[in-house]
């Protein structure tokens, strides 16, 4: 971890302070006597997990509230053994909120024999009204919620909510819930703890929020309006990142492309970048996502100049008609994409190019279909992801007219995962027999002889190894491709 702080000099009978991050450390503080008692009391130490439903930014958001945790002493636990249980929710499609629902359920049995157990709900689905108010009349033993703008103040709430949980215990009352969501915000608070899930590769927000509004998605309602950090801020981050043994950093952000507009002098993603490079330990850099809209040619030129920048872009499509590109407000055509992919190709022509594509938007046609799959067919992912369109109220699509019969929709769905697969298959064979640089992740799950890493450009190979191998790059003949994935020998 770091940002390792001394807890111990802070004075806890003193009133909080009002700036921050230091009014966070002193509730740390806080959380910690009481994190030390609840230790005393049972035996052991307080466990905790935090489970991530979302995407990577998600993630991140989730090593943020574990690295606040650790801090105040709770140890990590499987989801059935701990004390504190904390979902930090996705809301991109319909199916992830049903998911939350019944594992509440679950979870409400646990916290029947555990009078100090605690349930927290944060991320972006918490930044729905209607959700919150379910929560609040039919799953009344959750403890606190929060959502995507105040994260930062989790020591804080988190105490409120152990105070309530204390009253609760000893008046043998209901339980009270703590929610605190806020609608947006532009603060950004830098110098928070965070744990990490590998000792040599990290996420880094370069920028929060989404001003794009595709007519689909809800993420801009969730989490806001753009807005970038400072690039001396990320760069510190990173430079910190590298003297704690980090070797490859993922640049976050839900469109990376407009990185620094917003800035007081602004800074373009491409020229970030080039001082993300300069940064000595660093040896991978990657980033997600770019939008097509603003995929500059300085960024392509990067990219191809760099010796660090991964071979590989995320760019979603999301569909190949331009008629519904444009109901989509995601402004580019079909053709625009298809010149905007050679372009990269031509620099550099051993990229791998990924792509989410939404099947069934309102008033798609079998000729918009097709259009999908013939871009598919020229383009040739290396993978993609692909998924069914979900209504989410709020959202324009959602009172759209012509919404896809189901039936229709899981048709599509099967014909354009098939060819993505074909297509994916028939271009991974290209490197059996080659050499490449795999930077080793973790041991094989399912056999301890094995070790599994990425190449640059994202794919995953597996080979003989063990667990001192983990988290450096090594040369690896690649001996044979299993579809969507290598086996291979260090050399
Ligand atoms: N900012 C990223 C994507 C974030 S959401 C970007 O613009 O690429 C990840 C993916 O979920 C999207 O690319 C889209 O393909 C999918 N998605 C978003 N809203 C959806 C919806 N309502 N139904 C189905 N898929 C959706
Ligand atoms: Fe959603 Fe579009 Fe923003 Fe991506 S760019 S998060 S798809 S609104
Ligand atoms: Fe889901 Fe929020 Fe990410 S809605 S996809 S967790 S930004």
């Known amino acids: 971890m770091y940002n390792e702080i001394d807890l111990d000099n802070i004075d806890i009978n003193l009133e909080p302070p009002a700036e921050e991050p230091a009014r966070q450390y002193y509730y740390m503080a806080k959380c910690r006597e009481w994190v030390k008692d609840l230790g005393e009391k049972q035996g052991r130490m307080p466990r905790f997990c935090v489970v991530n439903m979302g995407c990577q930014m998600n993630a991140r958001d989730s090593e943020k509230l574990t690295g606040i945790l650790e801090q105040i002493g709770y140890t990590a636990s499987r989801e059935e053994e701990a004390d504190f249980v904390l979902y930090n929710t996705c809301t991109v499609r319909e199916n992830a909120n049903h998911k939350v629902y019944g594992r509440l359920g679950y979870l409400n049995g646990f916290k029947k024999k555990n009078p100090f157990m605690m349930i927290g709900l944060c991320g972006c689905m918490m930044q729905e009204a209607l959700v919150v108010e379910k929560i609040r009349k039919s799953y009344s033993f959750v403890d606190l919620i929060f959502g995507t703008h105040n994260i930062y103040k989790f020591a804080e709430l988190l105490y409120t909510t152990i105070e309530n949980r204390i009253l609760s215990v000893k008046h043998n009352k209901k339980n009270s819930m703590v929610i605190d969501i806020w609608q947006d915000t532009d603060l950004i608070v830098e110098d928070l703890p965070t744990e990490r899930k590998y000792f040599f590769k990290s996420g880094v927000n370069i920028m929060f929020g989404c001003n794009n509004f595709c007519s689909y998605c809800i993420v801009p309602y969730v989490r806001g309006r753009e807005r970038s950090r400072e690039a001396k801020d990320i760069l510190r981050e990173i430079e910190m990142l590298a003297k704690d043994g980090v070797v490859e950093v993922m640049l976050l952000g839900q469109n990376v492309n407009s990185y620094g507009k917003t800035l007081d002098s602004p800074v373009s993603f491409a020229q970030l970048l080039q001082e993300v490079e300069k940064i000595s330990g660093i040896e991978r850099i990657r980033f997600m996502t770019s939008h097509p809209k603003d995929l500059s040619d300085e960024l392509i030129d990067v990219m191809k100049n760099s010796s660090k920048i991964c071979r590989h872009l995320h760019l979603p499509l999301q569909s190949g008609s331009t008629d519904i590109l444009q109901k989509m ?112 992740e973790h041991r094989n799950e399912q056999d301890a002889r094995l070790v599994t890493g990425r190449m640059s450009n994202n794919s995953v190979v597996h080979l003989p190894g063990n667990a001192d191998m983990i988290g450096k790059t090594v040369d690896v003949t690649l001996t044979e491709c299993k579809g969507f994935y290598y086996i291979g020998e260090a050399n």
């Open 329 to 440: 407000n995601r402004k580019y055509t079909k053709e625009q994409y298809l010149d905007l992919i050679a372009k990269i190709r031509s620099a550099m022509p051993d990229i791998a190019i990924t792509t989410d594509i939404i099947v069934g938007f309102p008033g798609e046609t079998e000729e918009d279909f097709a259009e999908t799959l013939d871009v598919v067919r020229k383009v040739e992912y290396d993978s993609a992801f692909t998924f069914l369109y979900s209504k989410r109220t709020g959202t324009p699509a959602a009172s759209m007219e012509n919404q896809t019969p189901e039936d229709v929709l899981k048709k599509r769905f099967d014909r354009l995962l098939s060819e993505v697969q074909k297509i994916a298959v028939k271009k991974a064979e290209k490197y059996t027999g080659s050499t490449q640089k795999v930077l080793i």
